[in-house]
């Protein structure tokens, strides 16, 4: 059965910086590329990182602004989202998302499955 | 980037309804675009890939179709389970999502 647990998320002041890690299990992590998505409770989906699944092409949505980097330990099957000089606006509840192709070369992904997601509060 | 609108933002119906929720990218994706089903306080779930493409496990009254800008999801015959918010997502370039369709019952 495939599983992605997110952790790490928590309240944090704006300028802080945070960790989000992902673990995987029950299908072969180091053939996909995986995503970090976040939602604002009660409003869309935005994607904000993708990584492939050798860490050769990386990808972060605008906003991100250099502030985000996505990382990926395929030994230990866990992505990993720092998080710096974080914003109110970045509050949100953040997934983690696993391809639906395996070998995919590029983040332009089709995202078929997808964690729980942990919760990011930026508040002073 | 590319804009994805979905249309309508909300939209009521009946048990056995059948539905579609439109998508247009703001430039050709080609069929790269996917349908997610998002219920409340829950992931979402991946209904269709590739426009068309039915994930395992979806029930097949969920069809999908489209292609470069204009995308279509149906439901052929509402059930209870369906109601709840679906979004599209390109996947021609760095992913986006469109707004999203929140399907009420009438």
């Known amino acids: 059965e495939v599983q992605l647990v997110e952790s790490g998320g928590g309240l944090v002041q704006p300028g802080r910086s945070l960790r989000l890690s992902c673990a995987a299990s029950?299908?072969?992590?180091?053939?996909?590329?995986m995503h970090w998505v976040r939602q604002v409770p009660g409003k869309g989906l935005e994607w904000v990182s993708g990584v492939t699944y050798n860490s050769d092409s990386i990808g972060y949505a605008a906003f991100v602004e250099g502030r985000f980097t996505i990382s990926r330990d395929n030994a230990k099957k866990v992505l990993y989202l720092q998080m710096n000089n974080l914003r109110g606006e970045d509050t949100a509840l953040y997934y983690c998302?696993?391809?639906?192709?395996?070998?995919?070369?590029?983040?332009?992904?089709?995202?078929?499955?997808w964690g729980q997601g942990t919760l990011v509060t930026v508040s002073s | 980037d590319i804009q994805m609108t979905q249309s309508p933002s909300s939209l009521s119906a009946s048990v056995g309804d059948r539905i579609t929720i439109t998508c247009r990218a703001s430039q050709s994706i080609s069929t790269y675009l996917s349908w997610f089903q998002q219920k409340p306080g829950k992931a979402p779930k991946l209904l269709i890939y590739?426009?068309?493409s039915l994930q395992s496990g979806v029930p097949s009254r969920f069809s999908g179709s489209g292609f470069g800008t204009d995308f279509t999801l149906t439901i052929s015959s509402l059930q209870p389970e369906d109601f709840a918010t679906y979004y599209c997502q390109q996947s021609y370039i760095t992913p986006s999502f469109g707004q999203g369709t929140k399907l009420a019952i009438k």
């Open positions: 590739g426009a068309s």
């Open positions: 029950g299908f072969t992590f180091d053939d996909y590329a």
């Open positions: 998302a696993k391809d639906v192709r395996r070998l995919r070369s590029t983040v332009n992904s089709d995202l078929e499955f």
